[in-house]
């Protein structure tokens, strides 16, 4: 049996606003066996962007029902009926989070047919509800209200049983199991998450970290984990979140950055470790007795942290190939030349010499350091400012010597892009090799605001 469902509200967070229409449609799987429907007086005004959008003005309500009244006519339609509505994390949210403030621990399984039909009917452009009907040929009698909406959503369940029992894929099945969550986790919760990057955590029962997680979306991924069966591992892990808890970053970098250091430092059961076998080789520099900059190429050991880093060795090999092309340095100064005499390139006239004493180290470091300025960071120190958490702050990352030493957050109304105030807001933090690979890897690949050297 199904419960579908549909509410009018204030606003869009279940926390902060309060319903003003519901309507209930129980289905057996074949036909509509009982129905309600009432406007609800949320005991706050309306704002007119809501009565423009649903035409519910604050006169309707005045004399509806309270929440309170109805709820025990809520709870006996619903129970033992699966939750059925179109986001249904929205409606469920708020449905719940009125019945907590009545001391009721409202919990129902939940059938989002939303999710559904991306399964079952996959290439439509939108799934909102409108478009989605409207292309599928349901009409809406009364959209964006509660009856009207609830009752195509009825339509469209029916349109997707029959799809599913065509299909014979279980579908319906599958929801029913993704939504068996752990009874503490309040499901009303995730419609807090912000659509923002940021960092999330999963924590048991018992409060310990689990997994941790980064993403530019917030909202949309812990969604993502809450209501796919993606593994075995994934449904495992989703049984155990009894709590969800998340910090925003506005930078996807920090984000980034943030996960890293988390995950070394919790060992959240289901985070598998930071591979580091696909960057097992490195290009380092020296200089030698003699003042001459060297360059060599190996395995990385243990937390070393290489001017660059390749997944195979003659990667790194290419690139250092590269750079005495590019730059005219000595081959055995670069590692890629083992004899006791000169490089072969001194032999034929490209090699200036350094290895034989016949140029002298001045000369060739002005060439080595122009070749070292090719591996970004060297031995320079600045700021990375990117994106903060609201419009009035920014994020710093801070690199001393070529090393990540930390981040932090500051306001530009309050302190501008002063030095001080930037090396006062850092949070220190250790480099390491996955810390180099994160932060190259970004500003490869993205545009920040600025950078600002010190």
């Not at 320079?380 to 981040?407: M, Q, T």
Request: proline residues 3%.
């Amino acid at each position: 049996m199904y419960a579908i469902v549909d509410i009018e509200t204030t606003g869009g967070s279940a926390r902060l606003e309060r319903i003003t229409e519901i309507a209930v449609y129980i289905h057996d799987g074949n036909r509509i066996v009982e129905e309600f429907s009432t406007l609800i007086n949320p005991e706050r005004n309306i704002p007119c962007f809501i009565t423009s959008l649903t035409g519910i003005t604050n006169e309707m309500v005045e004399e509806a029902p309270k929440f309170y009244e109805v709820a025990r006519r809520i709870v006996e339609l619903t129970e033992g009926k699966i939750f059925v509505a179109h986001n249904a994390r929205f409606d469920y949210s708020f449905i719940r989070q009125e019945f907590n403030m009545l001391g009721y621990n409202f919990k129902r399984p939940i059938l989002d047919t939303v999710a559904l039909s991306r399964k079952l009917i996959p290439g439509h452009s939108s799934y909102s509800l409108g478009n989605l009907c409207n292309d599928l040929g349901i009409e809406i009698n009364g959209r964006h209200r509660a009856s009207g909406d609830a009752l195509a959503t009825v339509r469209l369940l029916e349109l997707l049983l029959e799809k599913d029992r065509e299909l014979n894929s279980g579908s319906l099945i599958k929801n029913r199991k993704a939504a068996k969550l752990h009874p503490a986790l309040d499901i009303a919760k995730l419609e807090e998450i912000p659509e923002e990057p940021g960092v999330y955590y999963f924590h048991d029962e018992g409060g310990d970290v689990i997994y941790v997680g980064k993403s530019r979306n917030l909202s949309e991924r812990v969604s993502s984990h809450i209501s796919n069966n993606t593994s075995a591992r994934e449904m495992e892990m989703r049984s155990m979140i009894a709590d969800i808890t998340w910090e925003r970053t506005g930078s996807e970098l920090i984000a980034l950055l943030m996960e890293s250091a988390e995950i070394k430092s919790r060992k959240p059961r289901f985070n598998r470790a930071q591979r580091r076998t696909g960057f097992r080789h490195g290009i380092y520099s020296e200089t030698d007795e003699a003042g001459y900059i060297r360059f060599s190429y190996r395995n990385v050991r243990d937390e070393e942290v290489p001017l660059a880093i390749f997944t195979s060795r003659d990667r790194a090999r290419g690139k250092l190939e590269q750079i005495v092309t590019d730059y005219n340095l000595c081959q055995k100064l670069c590692g890629l030349y083992e004899t006791s005499g000169p490089c072969f390139h001194r032999q034929v006239s490209i090699c200036r010499g350094a290895c034989c004493g016949e140029e002298d180290p001045e000369s060739y470091n002005e060439r080595a350091l122009m070749a070292l300025d090719e591996f970004i960071f060297r031995e320079r120190n600045f700021f990375i400012i990117d994106r903060g958490r609201d419009e009035e702050e920014r994020s710093a990352v801070k690199i001393v010597k070529g090393k990540y030493a930390g981040y932090g957050f500051f306001s530009i109304n309050d302190v501008g892009f002063g030095l001080t105030a930037l090396h006062d807001c850092i949070k220190p933090a250790h480099d390491n090799r996955d810390i180099q690979v994160i932060i190259k890897g970004y500003l490869k690949k993205h545009r920040v605001e600025r950078i600002i050297d010190f």
